[in-house]
């Protein structure tokens, strides 16, 4: 039958079949950004570990063309895919006042932004405000102020996505999802630096 076969037609055709799971992270969900989707206004930086915006953005001579690249929007996926258990990591935020950072589908179209459609689950922090964001639909989030460290905590198996507050290592927001298969984590970003860090355990308590 062909059904079962689509997905992983899907996954080889981005060549997500290459990416790791998170079940090779005794600790958790341990990831790098994978430069080969980077948007071409983005750098990696400190080991493939940190993302910075450029207005300019790279020389296109300097950026390998690929269909893995997205094209249109300033967005990067992780190197690692996600198919069960409970994950956590963290973002330092520097100079940034608009970006986007959550998980989405391995497949996602690379002419899309996160957020817009639903094959992406982000928190979005814009104009000094943050929101839940999944098919373009904005919810408020109260709580959690001008950015420094964040957490995100994903759990598969329960279909969450949720922000946490690292200074309280408390949940201030939860997006309930609707994984149809394997997730990495993902970032968009319009100016300064997200740097990601990765292979921690789950906070006590969340």
């Known amino acids: ?40 206004s983005l750098a990696l930086f400190k080991g493939d570990t940190g993302v910075k915006y450029g207005l300019v953005g790279l020389e296109p001579t300097k950026v390998a063309l690929n269909m893995e690249r997205f094209r249109e929007w300033a967005v990067v996926l992780a190197d690692t895919a996600v198919t069960s258990g409970r994950h956590y ?12 950072i959550g998980v989405a589908d391995v497949d996602i179209s690379r002419d899309s932004c996160i957020g817009v459609d639903d094959h992406s689950w ?22 959690i102020g001008q950015p420094e460290v964040v957490g995100l905590l994903l759990d598969y198996e329960a279909q969450k996505l949720s922000l946490v507050d690292v200074s309280r290592v408390a949940v201030v927001h939860t997006l309930q999802s609707a994984f149809r298969g394997p997730v990495v984590p993902a970032f968009a970003l319009w100016d300064g630096e997200l740097l990601t860090h990765s292979g921690l355990e789950v906070p006590e308590g969340l």
Request: net charge positive; proline share 5%.
């Open 89 to 100: 990591w963290e973002v330092t935020v520097k100079r940034s006042q608009q970006f986007r």
């Open 122 to 143: 982000v928190f979005t922090y814009a104009q000094r405000k943050w929101h839940s964001m999944w098919v373009k639909e904005k919810t408020p989030i109260e709580g």
């Open 1 to 40: 039958m062909a059904l079962p076969f689509a997905r992983p037609l899907l996954l080889r055709r981005w060549g997500a079949s290459r990416l790791r799971t998170a079940a090779d992270a005794p600790r958790g969900i341990h990831f790098k950004m994978e430069e080969k989707t980077a948007h071409s």
